[in-house]
């Protein structure tokens, strides 16, 4: 394949941050992961003890899959890096494939490069080939991890391979969305909708203990048991099957389409636009009505799940006996996870608006008659509005859920009240989009910290032995548990103070600076 | 008549003066002036990155001009850009559509956050640059994407028109419609700020120019007033040889070549001493004699051409 080796080159080195920084990221999560184990649980009786208490916990696969080998470090580790492995990993895979290869070709680069002695699939050749090298250093990073914390050779080698075909697995996911769809939006919109639904069906095994696992490859990671005795083979085969039948569905896309094409010819819309768009306000809502529906089936889905399952686990915690065994204590995390993944929806809804000023667009807006505090006024209401409406949505659904699950209406208001306390967190992270964003276009990114802290504090605090400071870094904490706990009214009254001050300063900002292009 | 009459008042369209705009250490405009009376269409040349688009960026409020002030209709640029909006329309140099919607649709929405298009004028664009509103932004070429920001913007009945490049994706015969409606505008007495490195398009639409020149206004006024300053080339051909050229003083690059229908002779003259010098030629007989008032293109070469070893000027972005 001509100029394959000079794309590779040119990806890897346009790319060398994410190539390099997500298995950093990764390895670098592992080896904190193990050392805190490590210190935790420093003796064979502490790890026995952790094994006993993790089957007490059975409620927890749900959300990060089935624990195995858990009375050795690297089957805590392997365990307590579910959230990761499973979400994280598939993630970055996906968005590599997909930035690499339709990204390249939705900004025009690859019409340059091709123009040139390359043969028309090198750069998407290399684009992958880049995506996979990320895999292996994963690979290699993560075994460095677990060797330093004195993991079996076998065992980490094994992990850390488990994580890297994953990856690799959802690169190919990743892949064929973007040979089939025309720009790189509906791409991750097809890839994540695969994730999903791969993620929640996984739930539904884990927790009903369902022997199925062997039919979804969101369950392999877990099946590849690399510290147990005699770890199976299987799952290695199914990832190479799966992976291997997906490249050659690209492959075939790939040969068949015409360059910045998709598989579905773009229609003719119409020739003017909706008479209800009139205002930035309704031009804001236009624009982000897609990603908007997107995250309500997504959230929608996610919380009817957990909602669904809580009775389930409730009781299997109980069974277990369990130190904490009532329904509030399960949903206090399902209903964080809600006002996080709402949070996480407004962030994104947030970048996009960033983009539309990178792009130009906003400044070609700006040039009619209207004033910056109009256009950041309506921007900063609608990522807010669409934030609240997506905590609205996951309360419904989470209490739908319940309702479904326990078969007791009663349960509705109680799941649907719980995530709602949690709104002014919610709002308050709003707020600290829009003051990034306001800052600079660029530095909306950073807010993901936030969110990735609030999900560490909401899922791990305890396991951890965060510090009580550190654990107020997140919003969230400042509520309280709800609804194990009750809801904090003045943190409530000081969360939304300070998100109206956040949005008013931003506001400031944003009508000094000049705007980034346009 | 596709457009209305302008009703402006007495004040300069655009008058800006000491323009500063520095992005970290590069220093994008350095002092420019720019005054750009109503009714009239005014060229704004300059080579890539020379400060147009910073400068043009800096009228609409976009940017936050370190020194200087500048003032559209008397209305300041930063602060009062929202009255100073209501009068004019823009078209972007790098024009961005929102993906996912239709051309239409954008004119449409640009046209309505701008208070208001005319249906009628919006159909005769459309039907004139032959473009089809039906299609996603997506799959529109520059040139498209180009014609889609030029039909909203002149589909308002703005008071002055912020131009930047707005050609530069198009094709002849879409050139030719975008000059009538240069044109049609100017007729109606409204004001036309046209951004260009096109120089023809630039002769054949605008009444002054300002070269601009690594953030400062080099050379402005009308054509006629630009080219006094430069030299006009002359060549004949004579029965017998010219006397007196060579001691004239502002005559410069003379040729002189004697050959079996004649000699053939060439320089170049200044304002002041081209009358004596074509006086010189017709007093030998000339058989044919050619005198080029310098183009447009030279006025920009005699102003860049020296600056070829100078370090690349900054861009705006």
């Not at chain 1, 080896?31 to 952790?50: G, K």
């Not at chain 1, 896309?253 to 360059?259: E, F, G, H, K, L």
């Not at chain 1, 130190?323 to 994104?348: K, P, R």
């Amino acid at each position: 394949m001509t100029g394959y080796w000079s794309c590779l080159a040119l990806s890897l080195r346009t790319a060398k941050l994410q190539v390099i920084g997500w298995p950093l990221l990764v390895a670098g999560l592992v080896a904190s992961t193990a050392s805190t184990l490590a210190d935790t649980y420093p003796q064979q009786a502490d790890r026995n003890a952790y094994a006993a208490a993790s089957e007490a916990m059975r409620a927890s696969a749900a959300l990060q899959g089935r624990g195995q080998d858990l009375s050795t470090l690297g089957g805590m580790v392997a365990n307590e890096m579910g959230y990761l492995t499973l979400i994280l990993i598939p993630l970055i895979g996906l968005h590599l494939a997909i930035a690499f290869t339709r990204g390249v070709e939705d900004s025009g680069r690859l019409d340059i490069l091709t123009a040139g002695a390359v043969h028309r699939l090198a750069p998407s050749a290399a684009g992958v080939t880049a995506a996979a090298v990320t895999a292996a250093l994963t690979l290699a990073f993560s075994t460095f991890s677990l060797l330093l914390m004195d993991c079996p050779v076998r065992g980490s080698l094994l992990y850390a391979s488990g994580l890297a075909i994953f990856m690799l697995a959802f690169t190919a996911v990743g892949t064929v969305a973007a040979q089939c769809c025309r720009d790189a939006r509906t791409a991750y919109v097809l890839a994540v909708g695969f994730w999903l639904v791969s993620y929640l069906t996984r739930a539904v095994v884990d927790v009903r203990g369902w022997n199925a696992t062997w039919a979804n490859p969101g369950s392999w990671p877990a099946e590849i048991r690399p510290f147990s005795a005699a770890p199976p083979w299987w799952p290695w085969l199914a990832f190479l099957a799966f992976t291997a039948l997906l490249f050659g569905i690209a492959a075939l896309v790939a040969t068949r389409r015409d360059q910045g094409a998709g598989i579905i010819a773009p229609r003719p819309g119409p020739a003017s636009a909706a008479p209800w768009i009139r205002s930035p306000l309704t031009l804001l809502v236009r624009l982000t009505r897609g990603v908007g529906a997107g995250w309500i089936v997504a959230a929608g889905l996610f919380a009817f799940a957990f909602g669904y399952l809580t009775q389930q686990m409730s009781d299997l915690t109980s069974a277990a006996g369990g130190q904490v065994s009532n329904v509030d204590a399960t949903l206090t995390v399902f209903v964080q996870m809600n006002a996080l993944i709402a949070a996480a929806a407004g962030l994104q809804i947030s970048r996009w608006l960033a983009r539309e000023e990178t792009s130009g667009r906003i400044g070609h807006s700006l040039a009619a008659p209207v004033s910056r505090t109009r256009w950041w006024t309506s921007a900063t209401l609608l990522v807010t509005g669409w934030s609240l409406l997506l905590l609205s949505c996951a309360g419904l659904f989470t209490g739908l859920g319940l309702a479904a699950g326990f078969n007791d209406w009663s349960y509705f208001g109680q799941g649907l009240i719980a995530t709602l306390a949690y709104s002014p967190a919610v709002v308050l992270f709003a707020g600290i989009a829009a003051a990034l964003s306001a800052l600079s276009p660029r530095l909306v990114t950073l807010a993901w910290l936030a969110i990735a802290w609030g999900v560490i504090v909401c899922l791990r605090a305890d396991l951890l032995r965060i510090p009580g400071w550190a654990r107020h870094l997140s919003p969230l904490d400042w509520m309280g548990s709800v609804p194990a706990e009750a809801w904090d009214r003045p943190a409530a009254a000081l969360m939304t103070v300070l998100a109206v001050a956040l949005a008013v300063s931003s506001t400031v900002i944003y009508r000094r600076r000049d705007l980034s292009a346009g | 008549m596709l457009f209305e009459m302008c009703h402006c008042g007495d004040m300069d369209a655009i008058r800006a003066m000491g323009l500063r705009k520095n992005f970290g250490h590069t220093q994008a405009l350095d002092g420019l002036d720019l005054v750009v009376d109503q009714g009239e269409v005014h060229g704004f040349l300059g080579p890539n990155g020379a400060g147009k688009s910073t400068t043009i960026r800096a009228l609409l409020g976009q940017l936050r001009i370190n020194a200087g002030n500048a003032k559209i209709f008397g209305m300041d640029c930063w602060e009062q850009s929202v009255q100073a909006h209501r009068r004019l329309a823009y078209v972007p140099g790098d024009v961005s559509l929102w993906p996912g919607l239709t051309g239409g649709a954008c004119i449409d929405i640009l046209g309505r956050l701008q208070g208001g298009a005319h249906p009628r004028r919006r159909r005769e664009l459309i039907e004139r640059f032959d473009l089809d509103p039906t299609k996603r932004t997506r799959t529109y070429s520059k040139g498209n994407r180009q014609k889609v920001a030029l039909v909203a913007a002149l589909s308002t009945n703005a008071d002055l028109f912020l131009l930047d490049e707005p050609t530069s994706g198009l094709d002849p015969l879409m050139e030719d419609v975008f000059q009538q409606c240069v044109h049609d505008l100017k007729r109606n007495g409204h004001t036309v700020l046209l951004s260009s490195h096109i120089l023809s398009e630039a002769e054949a639409l605008c009444d002054r120019v300002s070269i601009v020149r690594r953030g400062v206004v080099v050379r402005h006024g009308t054509l006629a007033e630009l080219r006094s300053h430069t030299l006009t080339s002359v060549s004949a051909v004579t029965a017998k040889p010219v006397h007196g050229l060579r001691e004239l003083d502002g005559v410069v690059d003379l040729h002189s070549d004697v050959r079996p229908d004649g000699v053939h002779i060439s320089f170049r003259a200044g304002r002041d001493a081209l009358g004596r010098a074509v006086n010189y030629v017709v007093a030998s007989d000339p058989a044919t004699l050619t005198v080029e008032p310098p183009s447009l293109d030279e006025l920009f070469r005699t102003n860049f051409h020296t600056e070829a070893g100078a370090p690349t000027p900054v861009g705006a972005r």
